[in-house]
T-cell receptor, first 117, second 112 residues
């Protein structure tokens, strides 16, 4: 366990379903992130939250909706997804958000493997 | 956007030293260089971080030249369990906006 827990580990959903991914960290970190990792592509940053406030939306389609009720929890709500959205979705946290990773950088969860059918 | 390049894959044998180089010619002035390791179906795991010259910890060394436009991750005496994908991460200023950029990853295969 890294200190960042993601549930579920695996998810299969139809294109008309609505589901949510959950991320939880008890590391005392103030910044949380969602990344998408597809086969043969680098890690793509989706959303950034700092002290519960969204600071970045990296041109993500509206069928992905993030929520950060507090600094320890992060959700990704999914609806009307497409098969090309199938990927590993990774949550990460860091001590703070800012220029320069002068701490130990990100702590990642194990991810949710999402398959859209 | 920063162009970060890493070799797509590397092969090695147990007991050898492996050096993986990342090119990041637009690294932000105040930014650090961080390397991560990722096993299948797991999230990336921090390995090492540095700003310049050389950094060493219990698992790896990181060499950064004076111009900081590249960095080399050195894994001494690799074992089969070091088979993984290795990513470098740097920050970049894009239109005055700070972005953290992952390289595309280097898939290391360690053979017996």
């Amino acid at each position: 366990e890294t200190g960042v827990t993601q549930t579920p580990r695996h998810l299969v959903m139809g294109m008309t379903n609505k589901k949510s991914l959950k991320c939880e960290q008890h590391l005392g970190h103030n910044a949380m992130y969602w990344y998408k990792q597809s086969a043969k592509k680098p890690l793509e940053l989706m959303f950034v939250y700092n002290f519960k406030e969204q600071t970045e939306n990296n041109s993500v389609p509206s069928r992905f909706s993030p929520e950060c009720p507090n600094s320890s929890h992060l959700f990704l709500h999914l609806h009307t997804l497409q098969p090309e959205d199938s990927a590993l979705y990774l949550c990460a946290s860091s001590q703070e958000l800012g220029q320069g990773l002068y701490n130990y950088g990100y702590t990642f969860g194990s991810g949710t493997r999402l398959t859209v059918v | 956007l920063a162009k970060i390049t890493q070799p797509i894959s590397m092969d090695s044998y147990e007991g050898q030293e492996v050096n993986i180089t990342c090119s990041h010619n637009n690294i932000a002035t105040n930014d650090y260089i961080t390397w991560y390791q990722q096993f299948p179906s797991q999230g990336p795991r921090f390995i090492i971080q540095g700003y310049k010259t050389k950094v060493t910890n219990e698992v790896a060394s990181l060499f950064i030249p004076a111009d900081r436009k590249s960095s080399t991750l050195s894994l001494p005496r690799v074992s089969l369990s070091d088979t993984a994908v290795y990513y470098c991460l740097v920050g970049d200023l894009v239109d005055s906006s700070y972005k953290l950029i992952f390289g595309s990853g280097t898939r290391l295969l360690v053979r017996p």
